[in-house]
């Protein structure tokens, strides 16, 4: 069992390093782990037995499928974005923002770090962050921020909205087997430190970097969606609708998400509503391929590390480190945050989903599991260099993105720690 065991050890280092070294996409090595780990436990290909875990059934077939909400929600939640941009409620929450902080960096910065924060809590992928960062960060060098301050401005406000993002919630019902409520119960204690960690971060930057050169003019940014009709004021409270269906009325995601919709075109009324939901449902689709087939490969590797043979091997290894105390369980995750990003063993978009799973089936509460990776996935939604959205952001206000991670590794670490003492509370 031993020889297993260091087995699955070397795979799934080997498999780590060609992540983080960009060697091997990260689409392709996860279920490419969940073959290698089923195979060195001995899971038959197939059996005549229904209740025997199979590597075609359990793991590709089965697995496969193993996230299907969460896929569901990711597509919805993509549709629901593309509604927001073609109705031009995004360009116009952006504009109301630029014109409430007037000439002031400082409160230009914080502005639009809770107004971007609001859009990718409605709508995330890197197709938003595109749309959301040509329009903010343009208006912020001009102001004076300085490079880096607008890319830090863009990537917190991508965490923040991602932690209220109701359609990035379902990872965590398919894996951990949780409520939404129960997600939506603990979200705040997630979100809560990293917003004022990160404005924290964004006035000391202001201050200590003082005014950057002025740069670029003030794009275009007419509020006025296709067609010409102007945004009603009012269609601004729309990417709140689906949290707050969730937070309010305990409501599952896609449904949610549908009301959040037919909200967006009620409150807006553009000239062909029904070529809009067509059109956003195609593209939103296109934005998220990735994302899905990522999925895929999670819900594969969930599955085989769940697998009675496979679990029978490593479990011995995670009970010895698990934590089973709340220091350290504060301890623990806030010490190996970092372990999130470079696609490491805490992010839930590369290995942590199945290490979470680990974590349940030796004993941790699925509730304490899923905090620690929402908490921890902090780190990686604004200090990763390997996200596209980081790697975008660098090139667009050309910055050092080695740089934008060594300066804002440390205070998303506080974050943690915040939200991990937080938490030792609530779940021990």
């Avoid at 280092?13 to 689409?27: C, E, G, H, N, Y």
């Avoid at 003030?218 to 601004?236: D, H, N, W, Y």
């Avoid at 063993?345 to 620690?372: D, E, K, Q, R, Y």
Wanted: net charge positive; proline share 6%.
């Amino acid at each position: 069992m031993w020889v297993q065991a260091i087995g699955i050890l070397v795979v799934f280092l080997v498999f780590s390093a060609l992540m983080m070294t960009r060697k091997l996409p990260t689409i392709l090595a996860l279920p490419c782990m969940a073959i290698l780990f089923a195979l060195i436990a001995g899971v038959p290909w197939s059996s005549s037995t229904p209740d025997t875990a199979t590597l075609s059934g359990t793991i590709l077939a089965q697995g496969s499928m193993r996230l299907s909400t969460a896929i569901a929600g990711l597509i919805f939640g993509a549709w629901f974005g593309q509604i927001l941009n073609k109705v031009g409620i995004t360009k116009a929450i952006i504009r109301k923002a630029a014109e409430l902080a007037g000439d002031k960096p400082v409160l230009i910065a914080l502005l639009f770090f809770v107004t971007a924060s609001v859009i990718f809590s409605a709508a995330s992928g890197l197709g938003m962050v595109i749309l959301v960062g040509t329009i903010i960060i343009p208006i912020m060098l001009t102001a004076g921020i300085s490079q880096f301050l607008a890319s830090v401005v863009l990537l917190t406000s991508v965490g923040v909205g991602v932690l209220f993002n109701v359609s990035n919630w379902a990872v965590y019902v398919d894996v951990m087997g949780l409520p939404v409520s129960t997600v939506a119960d603990y979200t705040l204690i997630a979100a809560l430190p990293l917003i004022v960690i990160s404005m924290i971060m964004i006035v000391f930057y202001a201050r200590r970097d003082g005014r950057g050169r002025k740069a670029w003019a003030m794009p275009a940014t007419s509020p006025t969606p296709e067609g010409g009709r102007k945004v009603p004021t009012i269609a601004l409270i729309s990417p709140l609708v689906p949290v707050i269906m969730v937070f309010a009325f305990k409501m599952d995601i896609v449904p949610a998400v549908i009301i959040g919709a037919v909200a967006t075109l009620l409150l807006s009324w553009p000239k062909r509503p029904v070529h809009v939901l067509s059109s956003s449902l195609v593209e939103g689709i296109q934005d998220v391929a990735g994302a899905l087939g990522l999925m895929i490969g999670i819900g594969m590797l969930v599955n085989a590390v769940m697998a009675p043979q496979v679990t029978a091997i490593i479990s011995p290894v995670i009970e010895s480190v698990l934590p089973n105390s709340p220091w350290m369980y504060i301890l623990f995750f806030t010490i190996l945050s970092p372990l999130a990003i470079y696609r490491g063993p805490l992010n839930v978009w590369g290995l942590g989903s199945g290490i979470a799973a680990l974590f349940v089936g030796a004993g941790m509460t699925p509730i304490a599991a899923m905090l620690a990776l929402r908490v921890v996935s902090n780190v990686q939604s604004v200090s990763d260099p390997t996200n596209s959205h980081n790697v975008w952001v660098a090139d667009f206000t050309k910055s050092d993105i080695n740089e934008i991670l060594k300066r804002t590794l440390p205070w998303m670490v506080a974050a943690v720690l915040i939200s991990m003492v937080w938490g030792s509370f609530v779940v021990f």
